[in-house]
């Protein structure tokens, strides 16, 4: 068949071509409402969500329904994030020819990070799944069956341990930030970076409690695995550490007895490393490990006799309890983890702007802020919105880091650490190259030098000690002149606490706050700050999809801005003229259609 432009149509015979359309048509009239493209590579289960499909598949909601659930996240999830889910990260932990298949690898993925977004227990969200339109829409399971919309507290459990393991948490909050970035054309110029306080689902003991958790859990370990062992125990250790109400006892133990209590615990738990350390099985036992850490940083050991240490000598980064030692102290936040967190920012933010977290890593408590510059930009850097300008605390803009940051073409700022003590070198008059051309008091030099990162001016000595100024000058006296010494950074902070002053940097600066209200919506909307998990791995993996779930949730707030900014402008800018050439543009389409 030719058609009338003159093509070749796709089949030869117009009666054949009829039937082929019947056909289709039929098909799709009877089960399209059922059908859901898929591809399976053996084993594996994905749906193909790219794929427009020929008949609106949610066509049985009602309007008002319809467009309520649209503008929410799931919205956006189902239309942006879903088709673009990394799950061929997923396939090289599945085998494509053996075992049962596998579920839907993007509701897989999907179900995962509603948990995390709504805070939700392991039941609840099997049930979320089975049950909640919202979910349904945002994972376009448009015909909730079993196959489709149950999973098991297993297969939840699995596909979670996984992901932990193998970090895939990170890829998978790669992948959705890139894409929305992208999608809402988000300038990553400027970031701003601070962190955020976690617990893990553990109590907070004391010294006393930290020794009979971690003698109670070796005894109960020992007397499962090896009974043997178990029974060459001293009794009295036993009597005090195993017994069901014991561990409780040390809880009411009175202050004026804490000192003794606490010699009696090291000395146990001395007795019981010393006892196993020869044997190898036992060694490698995770309890045992504990006891031996504990014993490491809670005691001396002189000559076989075990003393408490004093709380001073203790480090920041000793076990704060035996359930999760992976969790250190901060003196100024506590016991547990902190995430660092780094989003993006506007400045004069509009509804229709969105700021979006753009890196984040969880690490220990006692960690120092300082460390954390560097790596956040190379992340950054790698996802190609290495910003140009960065907002953070002062532990973060020591001169190491903004040094570095320099040299990637990042300017950090931030306060200079030290407060707002007024560096010796800021009442120096400065020549463009680091010499000191005058001192405060109009008096120039006698003597300058400079030898590698080192300056050094000499003053006229009578004159230094004639100065009223003296006392608070950085000029020291020396055999024969006045000398002030100072190096390349120490100029470099002198010319940062020049410009801390400045109304530039104020103006600057004062966007960083904004930071904080990022980090009590992350707790508000996602409940970070109080998790149901223990270890670093797990809590990283909660922190990661939670800044996910929030990025979501932004997006869909940002998405919805915009849609009324749209349909404010469509009525201002509305003209009888430009609805009838739209008609009939529309109707032109449709004839054509037709025609062929």
């Not at 859901?36 to 008002?64: A, C, T, V, Y």
């Not at 509804?351 to 890593?361: F, G």
């Not at 100065?467 to 020396?478: F, Q, V």
Request: aromatic share 10%.
């Amino acid at each position: 068949m030719t058609l009338k432009n003159g093509s070749s149509g796709l089949f030869t015979s117009p009666s054949i071509y009829a039937n082929q359309v019947c056909f289709s048509c039929v098909f799709l009239i009877c089960y399209g409402h059922n059908f859901k493209p898929s591809w399976r590579k053996n084993m594996i289960n994905i749906g193909d969500h790219k794929q427009i499909p020929l008949f609106d598949q949610w066509g049985h909601l009602g309007e008002k329904c319809r467009k309520l659930i649209d503008d929410s996240w799931a919205g956006i999830f189902q239309k942006e994030i879903l088709p673009e889910l990394p799950v061929k990260a997923l396939f090289p932990y599945f085998s494509d020819s053996t075992g049962r298949p596998t579920k839907d690898l993007h509701t897989v993925i999907g179900v995962l990070i509603f948990q995390q977004a709504f805070d939700l227990t392991d039941q609840e969200t099997v049930l979320q799944l089975a049950s909640n339109i919202q979910w349904h829409y945002a994972l376009n399971i448009f015909n909730p069956s079993d196959i489709a919309a149950y999973m098991s507290l297993k297969t939840l459990w699995n596909n979670r341990n996984l992901i932990i393991s193998n970090e895939l948490d990170k890829v998978i909050f790669n992948s959705i930030t890139e894409k929305l970035v992208n999608v809402f054309g988000v300038d990553t110029t400027q970031q701003r970076l601070d962190s955020v306080h976690i617990k893990s689902n553990m109590c907070k003991l004391g010294r006393i409690g930290i020794f009979s958790e971690s003698i109670n859990g070796f005894l109960n370990i020992l007397n499962v695995k090896y009974p043997v062992q178990f029974g060459t125990v001293d009794e009295e250790i036993v009597k005090r550490y195993h017994s069901d109400k014991a561990v409780g006892c040390f809880s009411r133990v009175k202050p004026s007895e804490s000192s003794k209590t606490l010699d009696t615990v090291s000395s146990d738990l001395y007795k019981l490393v010393t006892q196993f350390e020869n044997d190898s099985e036992i060694c490698k036992t995770k309890s045992y490990k504990i006891l031996k850490r504990v014993l490491s940083e809670q005691c001396n050991v002189v000559d076989s006799v075990v003393t408490p240490k004093y709380k001073k000598e203790i480090s920041s980064d000793s076990l704060q309890n035996p359930s999760d030692p992976d969790a250190t102290y901060s003196g100024h936040k506590g016991q547990g983890f902190q995430a660092q967190i780094m989003e993006t920012y506007t400045e004069d933010k509009q509804d229709t702007d969105l700021n979006i977290i753009t890196y984040v890593e969880v690490e220990p408590a006692h960690k120092s802020d300082s460390n954390a510059l560097i790596p956040a930009l190379e992340s950054v850097k790698e996802q190609k919105m290495l910003p140009e300008v960065v907002l953070a605390d002062t532990l973060y803009g020591s001169d190491d880091n903004t040094q570095k940051a320099n040299e990637m073409g990042v300017d950090i700022v931030s306060p200079v650490m030290g407060g707002s003590k007024e560096s010796p070198l800021q009442s120096f008059n400065m020549s463009d190259n680091g010499t000191i051309q005058s001192c405060p008091q109009g008096h120039t030099p006698v003597k300058i030098r400079k030898k590698n990162d080192k300056y050094g001016a000499s003053f006229n000595s009578e004159t230094c000690n004639q100065c009223p100024m003296k006392d608070k000058c950085p000029a020291k006296a020396g055999k024969r002149y006045h000398y002030v010494n100072y190096s390349d950074k120490d100029l470099r902070i002198s010319k940062r606490r020049l410009y801390e002053e400045s109304p530039e940097f104020k103006d600057k600066y004062r966007y960083r706050s904004g930071v904080e209200a990022t980090m009590s919506q992350y707790d508000r909307r996602t409940g970070v700050k109080h998790l149901r998990i223990r270890g670093l791995k797990s809590v990283r993996y909660c922190a990661v999809m939670k800044a996910t779930a929030l990025n979501i949730f932004r997006a869909a707030m940002v998405r919805i801005a915009r849609n009324r900014a749209i349909l404010g402008n469509l009525s201002t800018n509305f003209s009888p003229k430009l609805f009838i050439k739209i008609f009939k543009e529309f109707f032109d389409f449709f004839e054509l259609r037709f025609y062929y």
